[in-house]
C-alpha cells in the first residue's frame, strides 16, 4: 500500500508532464495499447502504478474499481494467479477522480518475454502454463488478454498481471464495464461509434479460446519473438477444433496492428489540435510510437 500523500506527489509529476509534454522523469515501466505503467520510487521502483484515465465522477470510479475486483476474483476462481493488486484514488482536476491499479514491481528478468527472449527450458513450459489458463479461464463471460507481455514467472508460479481493462460479461453477454474507460482518449465526436461498433469486436476477441490462442502467437511478431511460433502453435493447436497455421496468424496480425495503429494516430491528432489550436492541457498519457 502506498501513502496517499505519495500518490499525490506522483500524480502531481504525471500532472507536470501532462502540462510539459515531458515524460522523462516519470519512471516509465512500460506502454500498453491504453494505459501507461509508473514505477514509484522512479529510480528504483518497488511499485507499478497503472494510472486509468479520469473518471468524472467518483460513483464511476466506484463502478470501475468493483469490476477490477470482481475480474481479478473471476480470474483468480479459474486458476489464473494473478499479482496482488490495490486500487487506489488521488482527486484530479475539475473535480475527476484518478485511480491507479497498483501492483508489487516483477523483476525485468521475470517477465515471460524476457524469459523467451533468453531462449532457455523453461521457455516451453511456460507456453503450456498459458495456453492451459487460456483454455482454464476463457469464455463468454470471462475474456483474458493471454499475450506474453501479462504474464510473468514468479518463484516458478506463472502470474497475471494485466487487469486494468476487466473483461467480464454478465449472463446475457453485456459487458460489465462501462466502455468509456476505453473510449475516454478519443475525441469526443469519435466515442460514440467508437463505443458501438469497435469496442464490441475487440472485446469479443478476448471471449473466444480460438481468437486469443491467435492473438498470443500473432503477438510474438510485434515482440521479435518469431522464433517461438512453432512451439506456441504446437502447444495450442490440441486444444482447437481447427489447427492454427502460421499464415492464419500472420493475417490476423496485421489487421490487427492495423486498427491499433489507426486508434493512436487518432490519439495523436487530436492531442496536437488540444495543445496547438485550443491551448488546452491534454489530459492523457499515450504512449508513443509502438514498434508493430
Ligand atoms: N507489476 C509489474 N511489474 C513490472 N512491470 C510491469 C508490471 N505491470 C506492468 N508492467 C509493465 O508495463 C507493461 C504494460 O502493463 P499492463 O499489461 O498491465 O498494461 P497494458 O498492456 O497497458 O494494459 P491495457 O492495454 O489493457 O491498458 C507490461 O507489459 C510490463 O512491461
Ligand atoms: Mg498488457
Not at 507481455?149 to 498481471?161: E, H, K, M, Q, T
Amino acid at each position: 500500500m502506498i501513502g496517499n500523500d505519495e500518490l499525490d506527489r506522483l500524480e502531481h509529476s504525471v500532472q507536470a508532464a501532462l502540462r510539459t509534454g515531458r515524460a522523462e522523469g516519470l519512471g516509465l515501466l512500460g506502454a500498453g495499447e491504453i494505459s501507461l505503467v509508473l514505477g514509484l520510487p522512479a529510480a528504483h521502483p518497488t511499485w507499478a502504478c497503472k494510472r486509468l484515465p479520469p473518471f468524472p465522477s467518483p460513483a464511476a470510479a466506484n463502478r470501475y474499481e468493483s469490476a477490477v475486483h470482481r475480474y481479478i476474483d473471476a480470474l483468480t476462481e479459474r486458476g489464473v494467479e494473478v499479482v496482488t493488486t490495490a486500487v487506489q484514488r488521488v482527486s484530479g482536476p475539475d473535480g475527476t477522480t484518478i485511480l491507479y491499479c497498483i501492483q508489487p514491481v516483477l523483476a525485468p528478468d521475470a517477465m515471460a518475454c524476457a524469459i523467451a527472449r533468453d531462449g532457455g527450458p523453461e521457455v516451453r513450459p511456460m507456453l503450456e502454463g498459458i495456453v492451459d489458463s487460456v483454455v482454464a479461464t476463457v469464455d463468454r463471460r470471462v475474456g483474458l488478454d493471454a499475450q506474453l507481455s501479462n504474464w510473468a514467472v514468479s518463484d516458478g508460479r506463472l502470474v497475471y498481471f494485466d487487469i486494468t481493462t476487466p473483461m467480464l460479461r454478465d449472463a446475457d453477454g453485456r459487458p460489465d464495464l462501462d466502455s468509456d474507460v476505453f473510449v475516454a482518449s478519443l475525441p469526443w465526436v469519435l466515442r460514440p461509434p467508437v463505443r458501438r461498433f469497435v469496442v464490441p469486436g475487440i472485446l469479443d476477441r478476448y471471449h473466444n479460446v480460438t481468437t486469443v490462442l491467435t492473438d498470443l502467437t500473432a503477438n510474438l511478431i510485434k515482440e521479435r519473438l518469431e522464433r517461438w511460433m512453432p512451439v506456441l502453435l504446437e502447444v495450442a493447436n490440441p486444444h482447437l477444433g481447427s489447427p492454427l497455421t502460421e499464415a492464419a496468424v500472420r493475417t490476423d496480425y496485421r489487421s490487427d496492428a492495423r486498427m491499433w495503429e489507426i486508434l493512436q494516430q487518432v490519439r495523436r491528432a487530436d492531442r496536437l489540435w488540444q495543445q496547438r489550436v485550443r491551448r488546452r492541457v491534454y489530459p492523457y498519457l499515450i504512449p508513443e510510437r509502438i514498434e508493430r
